[in-house]
């Protein structure tokens, strides 16, 4: 069964500092995803992916956060300076058609 | 603004009872419902999904069923099992490359 990887598992990582969390989709699949969340709380939807630009962003992704897809295999998700309410746990999804998302493990940042 | 959520938080149900878990959604576009499992520490699970020209679709032990008239989705586990305890979340999406909204999500507890 495919899977969606994502490294590290858990970050910890002191107010401030500028954190990359990494993603590997499924090989053959065209849209990409971030989303986070808040223990305890939902599944928030924070940026999605296609065709190497973001096609659609919520109120979350505000200038401190940026993806990218520097290679035809990863994509990650780079918090500029990180504050407290970052911590979260971060999944990654992807999708290769209309429906069927797959959802990485996730990682878990931790701000201190 | 559209959302989707959850009748019921928390629930408990003895091993081998069915459980239903509810959700409402509130966007008439909606065309693609998913329930997810949410185990501690891990990312969502795919469970089932179900499409808007159908209202009820089933899996191994579970069943979701659609009411598009009251925008209204369930998901039915048959003879639950401890293994099936987690959180459990519906999702909705609207075809394109419209992000999944996520419900609040309902924890289930099996009680042995």
């Known amino acids: 069964e495919p899977e969606v990887t994502q490294t590290p598992s858990h970050q910890v990582t002191q107010m401030g500092q500028e954190v990359i969390l990494r993603c590997v989709p499924i090989s053959n699949h065209l849209y990409f995803y971030w989303y986070r969340q808040i223990l305890g709380q939902k599944v928030e939807f924070l940026v999605s992916f296609y065709n190497n630009e973001i096609s659609e962003k919520s109120e979350i992704f505000d200038d401190q956060f940026s993806v990218e897809r520097p290679d035809g295999s990863n994509f990650t998700l780079k918090i500029r300076s990180t504050k407290l309410e970052d911590s979260a746990m971060y999944f990654c999804a992807s999708r290769g058609g209309y429906y069927g998302y797959t959802f990485g493990s996730g990682t878990r940042l931790t701000v201190v | 603004g559209e959302s989707v959520g959850l009748h019921l938080p928390t629930l408990s149900v003895q091993e081998g009872d069915n459980s239903i878990i509810n959700c409402a959604y509130s966007n008439s576009a909606s065309d693609y419902f998913i329930w997810y499992k949410q185990e501690s520490g891990k990312g969502p699970q795919f469970i089932i999904d179900?499409?808007?020209?159908?209202d009820k679709r089933q899996g191994q032990r579970v069943t979701v069923l659609l009411n598009k008239t009251v925008k209204h989705l369930s998901l039915q586990i048959a003879a639950t099992q401890p293994g099936d305890s987690a959180v459990y979340f519906c999702a909705e999406g609207s075809g394109g490359n419209t992000p999944l909204v996520f419900g609040k999500g309902t924890r289930l507890s099996v009680i042995a």
């Open positions: 179900i499409r808007s020209n159908m």
